[in-house]
Nanobody, 123 residues
Framework: VQLQASGGGLVQAGDSLRLSCAAS????????MGWFRQAPGKKREFVAA????????VYADSVKGRFTISTEDGKTTVYLQMNSLRPEDTAVYYC?????????????????WGRGTLVTVSS
């Protein structure tokens, strides 16, 4: 299984950005897919995810109403639409997959990780 995140960049506060995660190497029908981020000097934290069954989405409180996670092609592509970006959203963003994922969305529970993509939001 390979995950590859892309779409990061430098934007100004209030701008939008869409991240993409390309998943390959297997069937992802049984995987929950999530986005996490890690800011300098901070722990990796949960951002958003879609459960393996039913497509229910979950968001961190800090991004609720601003970010939207979506998938297509049997979750081989996972998007994170980020609107109304803030300087505190600056971080390296990672996509991750968890077999039968849909509960805790803890970084330690994820089975696969992709390389991150850097998002920098200037004030």
């Amino acid at each position: 299984v390979q995950l590859q995140a892309s779409g990061g960049g430098l934007v100004q506060a209030g701008d939008s950005l869409r991240l993409s995660c390309a998943a390959s190497g297997g069937s992802f029908a049984r995987y929950g897919m999530g986005w996490f981020r890690q800011a300098p000097g901070k722990k990796r934290e949960f951002v958003a995810a879609v459960r393996w069954s039913g497509g229910r989405t979950v968001y961190a409180d800090s991004v609720k109403g601003r970010f939207t996670i979506s998938t297509e092609d049997g979750k081989t592509t996972v998007y994170l639409q980020m609107n109304s970006l803030r300087p505190e959203d600056t971080a390296v963003y990672y996509c991750a997959a968890e077999l039968y994922g849909g509960s805790t969305w803890s970084p330690s529970a994820m089975d696969y990780w992709g390389r991150g993509t850097l998002v920098t939001v200037s004030s």
